[in-house]
């Protein structure tokens, strides 16, 4: 991707590849043991990744750190990791993620210190037994004491993550998961229906995903709860106050250009999709010999390429059709029709769409029913 140009307003995504374990569910490439050497090596060879690939001079709109737990490196780490970043621009969102456990106040601190604009907490639960299943090394208390240090710093954002319709949880642990994270002031919820892919410890210990329905019903109930306190539902798996959307995510999810880097990060740029591998020993390997990280590269065809970033624009509350007088925005706007006799569509206003609840339900079939 050397080269490529730079989108106007760049957003950037960083991989931390370390995590203190790995948690029962997770699916997502991190390295769950790893030594003090690795976290330097990362440290120091980031922004080599950044200038191979022609990303120095970039000054992103939005910064997403994510992983992994960045929360891993600590606060000097924290401020290792920002100096080998190009500076985001003046009014830019920078998150980072962070594992409840993790939170000091010398890291609160570090973050606030390195313009960190908002900080996602991985709260899960705030039941101890189902934080316990999950493989969490965190409590309750422990989320609630990380909110406060963020607070306390001045860190004008703060998100929650939290799993719904993990199996064995009792009647009323989701409810009161959710009551617990309103109680919080968060500015912004995530919550995901817990999903057990294979490999992970859930699988291999043959854990039964929720049902379909139990699965519904819980993201009704999230639905339902948030919206009572506030937060309106902008994306199917995210809630936000007003004005208080996931910058990085949104830009994402409407078809922006984003750059990733570090193992695992991926990148779309114009027609061109890039994967760095999942590995960590590899990617270092191949920045101390002055070369790019191995990865996956793709150009997609126009077509492939529009599809693609049309596809999760019909996970936010409401979108525009692009392009719609051309063959495909017509083709599109006669299937969306269709889906609204249905009653899975509706256009609120004149060229704006926004999926109905039932729509919501269902979100893939009709996504792939309109590309
Ligand atoms: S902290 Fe996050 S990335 Fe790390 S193992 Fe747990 S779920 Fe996976």
């Not at 980031?46 to 001079?57: K, T």
């Not at 080998?84 to 621009?89: F, H, I, V």
Request: glycine content about 10%.
């Amino acid at each position: 991707m050397s080269g490529s140009p730079l989108p106007a307003e760049p957003n950037l995504y960083v991989h931390v590849p370390f995590c203190a374990g790995k948690c029962a569910y997770c699916a997502f490439y991190s390295e769950g043991a790893f030594a003090p050497g690795d976290v330097r090596d990362y440290l120091a060879l980031l922004p080599r990744e950044l200038a191979l690939r022609g990303l120095s001079g970039m000054r992103p709109q939005t910064v997403y750190v994510g992983g992994g737990t960045p929360s891993q490196l600590g606060a000097d780490g924290i401020r290792a990791l920002f100096a080998a970043l190009p500076p985001p621009a003046p009014d830019a969102e920078v998150t980072v993620e962070a594992n409840p456990a993790d939170m000091t106040p010398a890291l609160a601190g570090a973050l606030r210190e390195c313009g960190v604009t908002r900080v996602s907490l991985g709260a899960q639960s705030f039941s101890a037994a189902t934080l316990a299943r999950l493989g969490r090394r965190h409590g309750p208390d422990a989320i609630r004491q990380a909110a406060a240090l963020v607070r306390a710093a001045g860190i004008g954002r703060l998100s929650l993550d939290l799993i719904a319709a993990t199996p064995g949880e009792l009647d009323g642990e989701f409810q009161n998961s959710l009551q617990s994270a309103i109680a919080l002031e968060p500015d912004h919820v995530s919550v995901y229906p817990l999903s057990v892919e294979p490999g992970t410890p859930f699988a291999n210990a043959g854990v039964r995903p929720p049902s379909d329905e139990d699965a519904l019903a819980a993201v009704a109930l999230a639905e339902e709860t948030l919206g009572a306190a506030g937060f309106s539902r902008y994306e199917l798996s995210n809630y936000a106050r007003p004005g208080a959307e996931c910058r990085h995510n949104l830009a994402v999810w409407l078809g922006e250009d984003y750059v990733g880097a570090g193992p695992a990060a991926c990148s779309r740029m114009q027609r061109l999709r890039r994967a760095n591998a999942p590995g960590f020993h590899a990617w270092r390997d191949a920045l101390r010999g002055d070369e790019l990280p191995p990865a996956q590269t793709e150009t997609l065809s126009v077509c492939d390429d529009e599809a693609e970033r049309f596809s999760t624009r019909v996970r936010l509350r409401e979108w525009a059709l692009p392009a719609p007088d051309s063959d495909i925005g017509r083709r599109r706007a006669a299937t969306l029709a269709r889906l609204a006799e249905l009653g899975l569509a509706h256009s609120p206003k004149p060229g704006i769409w926004s999926l109905t609840a039932r729509g919501r339900e269902v979100a893939d079939s009709v996504a792939a029913e309109l590309l």
